[in-house]
Structures are given as C-alpha cells and as structure tokens.
C-alpha cells in the first residue's frame, strides 16, 4: 500500500476544458498560503516598527530591519530557481518554507535590534524560494493554457495582501504585541508545508553538475550592490560619494564577471540562453518597469493622501483600494480570457497604455484634489498593472524549456524586484529634492529646516508646525508627487513599446508545434499521486 502511495503518474496535460484534478486543487491552496505568506509579512512589520523599536531601541538601524529582508530576498531568488529546476522542485519549495519559518520563530524571539535585523535577513532568503518556488511548481502543474487564471488568482492574493497587511499588523500589534507579527506566520506555514508535503508529488532530480558557487557568489555580491545604492543612495549617502561610488563599481564589475562566467559554467545559475527569446527578455523589461512603478506608487500616494488630503495613517492599506481592488479585479479578468482564448497580447499594451494615462492622471493631483478623484486616478493605474502583472510571468514561462522553467520564473521575479528597488529610490530622490525645493520657496529658511533631515513628515511632526509652514508643505508634496508620477508614465512609454514587439505563440493545453518563442511546444505533465 505504502509503494502505491508512493508512485507517481506522468499524464498528458488536460486541456483548457477538463477540470484540474483535486489534488492539484489542495496544491493550489497551499500556494496561495505561501505566497500571502511572503506578500504579507512586510506590510505587516511595517505596521509594527514603531512598537518593536519602543521596546527594543536601536531607531539607527530601522532600516535595516526592511533592508536585510529585502537584500536576502533579491539574493537569494535566482538560486532558488536553479535549485528547484536541478534538484526538484518540491524539494526546494519545502525548504524555503522551513527557513522562512525559522526567520519568523527567531524573529519573534528577537532580544535586541541586532539581533532582529539578523533574523530578518533569514526571512528573506526563505521568502525568496516561497515567491520562485509558487510559480514555478504551478508553471509545472499547469498547462500554459490555463497558467493565466491561475497566476490571476495568485496576483489577486498579492493584492489582498497589500490591502490587508497595514489592517493585520496594526489589530495583531495592538492585541497581542508585536511578536506575533512574526509567530502568525508559524500556524500558516505549517499548514501550507503540511499540504505541499501530502498531496505534491513531483518526480525527484539529480543534476550531474553541481552548483555553480561562483556564479551564486557573483550574482549575490552584484544584486546586494545594487540593491544598496538603492536603499543608500540620497538618504544614507549622497548620490556622488565615495560610498556609493564604491558599490556601483563593485556591483558593475561582480556583474560582467557573473555573466562572462555564466556562459563558462558547467550549470549556469541564469543560463544565458534563456535571454535569446524575444518574449522573455521582453517580459523582463515589462516586468522591471512595472516593479518600478507600482512600488514608487505605493509608497508617495499614501503619504499624499495623509499629508494633503488630510487621510489617517491607521488605515493605510485602505488609501490604496481603489488600485489594488482594479489590479486585482483585471488580473482575474485578464487570467480567464486568456484560458479562454489562448491569447494574450493585448493585455500588456493595454496594460502599458493604462498605465501611463494613470500615472499622468495622478501627476496632476493638487492641493485641491478630491479622495473621490484620487481614487478615479488610481483606479485606472491598478487597471493598467492587473493587465500586465501576472501576464508578465505566464509569457516569461512559455517562452523557455521545461527544465528553465525555475530560473525563468526567478528571473521574472528578480526583475521585478530590482525595479522596485529603482523606483522607489530614483522617484524619491526625485520627490525629496521636489519638496524640498517648493518649502524653501514658500517658507524661506523655516521651511528648509524642517525637510532638511527628511522630505517625509509623519502625522504628529505635520500637526505641530504652523499653518503657514503646513500648508507650504502640503503644496511641496503635491508638487513631489507630480514629478514622481510624471517620471513614471514617462518610463511607462518603455512597457507600451516593448509590448508591441511581443510575439504572440497562442497559449494550448495539448501538443503544440515547436516555435523558437515557445519551449512549452511539447505537453508538460501533470503529476498526481496514484
């Protein structure tokens, strides 16, 4: 009996219209937990951080506690994908569940600002294979046709999560304490490696070559580089210092070593081949752009609405609704035509387009501008990112083999990532210089001292200064915000044309006939426990 559990079936892919089978369902479940896992966890320390540093100090090196995460998470991404495709994917994807919760257990238990930081950067390299390892097992699970509706639930959970994780930190914080911003991740992630453990059966691998540690190691040291100019660049140090001239030097050169070597190593970390289909390196760009512009949002239409409009900061997942309810709303829809239909290039044009008559709408927010407005504006702009969110990562994965399928799912991921990174650093420097600017015109000397330490006042710093300082402020916001956005559709332009060049390989649930843009030619298989 144990033997006949223990064996596996290889079938043909289902087509569009068969009905995934139950265990595929059950697995699917548990996906959707890891990766709400990995969305939630910074929206809800960020609630948090005031707490944890009440009680543990080190306000110095709060940062870090965001920086360490996302640095290991950067880092560790790519890895994770070659892991899965040279070992298996089951494997893997359990591993980064068990090192996630370990980061969390130890979080939680954290005595001291040192030590929390530390804690967190195990997080983050756990988090990094729960992101790869969701896409990348649905990307062997389900067939290319119907990838689409998946990946469109899994972009709404992303959504959700955004929505809710400032309202769930904020209520765990304020009940329990802020340990238990960590330790809720422990009951979900043992239920979600319970399930993957039970009903997931993936035929093991053993790659002949071993790990590329050279790569790993260069790959790592350029990502960690770029990621901390980023992070550094205008707020630690200044854009021309020597810090930072430093790290771009050290990230450039670990960088072209990384790819010299990549076409030397025996098993590439990022095989290079994978960047001669148009449509992945296409995807990529689409995808880095659209991390660059959704994070830049997320984080300046916020502060708009708190500092101008006058909105709470307690509900702060809230000011975002109307963008993520219509990203979530469209990557469903977007999900489901294209299972219906096979088809898909519309949706990154129309995403791109969307994107920047979004963005220039929000560029144009004032000191006048009405909540019911804002939202119109950024409604339109989630429009255009749920066309183009998880299309991103279906077109990225039909375009390589089934034995990339991990690292193109990473890549895709890493991309996304580093535009993040971009966005928030390049538009905020642009916004900090804007206010900065704007409150030494309209409140002289008054005004440059207070944006001199930071362009970003909280609640109770605004409430304490003049009127006349105040409202100076709330035009210097409104001035920065126009400039981030107005950037952002700028660079927007770059999705809409790169998305005409996407060539359409319609999407089937059978055999297809081999194309140079598709490796998912021959019908992947659909792996269940007997």
């Known amino acids: 009996m144990a033997d006949t559990q223990a064996a596996v079936t290889v079938q043909a892919i289902p087509g569009p219209q068969e009905k995934q089978p139950k265990s595929v369902r059950v697995v699917l479940l548990a996906l959707m937990i890891a990766m709400m896992l990995a969305m939630l966890d ?12 009440g009680e543990l100090g080190g306000l110095e090196h709060l940062s870090w506690v965001v920086t360490g995460y996302t640095l290991a998470t950067a880092a560790a991404t790519p890895i994770w994908g070659k892991l899965g495709d040279m070992y298996g994917r089951k494997a893997t994807f359990l591993s980064s569940i068990v090192i996630f919760l370990i980061g969390s257990a130890l979080s939680g238990m954290a005595q001291n600002m040192g030590q929390l930081i530390g804690f967190r950067a195990i997080q983050g390299l756990g988090a990094g294979g729960l992101m790869v390892g969701v896409m990348a097992i649905i990307g062997d699970l389900i067939p290319p046709r119907e990838r689409g509706k998946y990946q469109g639930m899994m972009a709404g959970v992303m959504a959700l999560a955004m929505i809710g994780g400032p309202l769930v930190g904020g209520t765990i914080t304020d009940n329990w304490g802020w340990r238990w911003s960590f330790y809720i991740n422990l009951p979900l992630g043992v239920v979600a490696l319970a399930l993957v453990s039970a009903v997931l059966h993936l035929p093991k691998k053993r790659a002949k070559a071993g790990i590329d540690y050279l790569g790993v190691v260069l790959l790592t040291v350029g990502i960690t580089s770029i990621v901390l100019v980023t992070t550094w660049g205008g707020t ?8 930072i001239m430093e790290l771009i030097g050290i990230g450039v050169a670990a960088l072209i ?3 010299f070597w990549q076409t030397k190593a025996a098993e590439p970390v990022v095989p290079l081949h994978i960047f001669r289909s148009r449509n992945f390196t296409l995807m990529s760009l689409i995808g880095f752009i659209t991390g660059f512009v959704m994070f830049g949002a997320t984080l300046f239409l916020p502060l708009y609405q708190q500092s101008v409009q006058g909105a709470s900061a307690t509900n702060s997942g809230l000011l975002l609704l109307p963008m993520l309810g219509a990203m979530l709303v469209t990557s469903m829809v977007a999900g489901r035509v294209t299972t219906g239909s096979g088809r898909y290039k519309i949706f990154p ?11 220039y709408l929000l560029s144009l927010m004032d000191t006048d501008t009405t909540r019911l407005t804002s939202g119109i504006y950024m409604a339109v702009l989630g429009l255009g990112m749920g066309c183009l969110m998880q299309v991103t990562m279906l077109v990225a994965q039909n375009s390589v083999e089934m034995k990339d399928m991990g690292v193109a799912s990473s890549s895709t991921t890493l991309f996304r990532t580093l535009g993040s990174s971009f966005g928030v650093a390049i538009m905020g420097a642009l916004f900090n210089h804007r206010v900065q600017d704007v409150m030494a015109e309209r409140a002289g000397a008054l005004g440059s001292k207070i944006t001199e330490q930071s362009a970003q006042l909280d609640a109770a710093s605004l409430a304490k200064l003049p009127a006349a300082a105040r409202e100076a402020y709330q035009h210097a916001v409104s001035a920065g915000t126009h400039s981030a956005f107005l950037l952002g559709a700028v660079i927007s332009v770059v999705v809409l044309i790169a998305s005409l060049f996407v060539k359409e390989v319609p999407l089937k649930g059978g055999p297809q006939k081999p194309s140079s843009d598709s490796a998912d030619a021959a019908p992947a298989p659909v792996i269940e426990a007997v």
Do not use: C, D, H, K
Not at 42 to 53: D, H, K
């Open 42 to 53: 910074n929206m809800i320390v960020g609630t948090a951080m005031p707490t944890i540093v």
């Open 236 to 243: 630690e140090y200044a854009w021309t210092s020597a810090r």
């Open 257 to 259: 070593g990384f790819v």
């Open 349 to 359: 044009i129309l995403g791109g387009a969307l994107m920047i008559v979004g963005l």
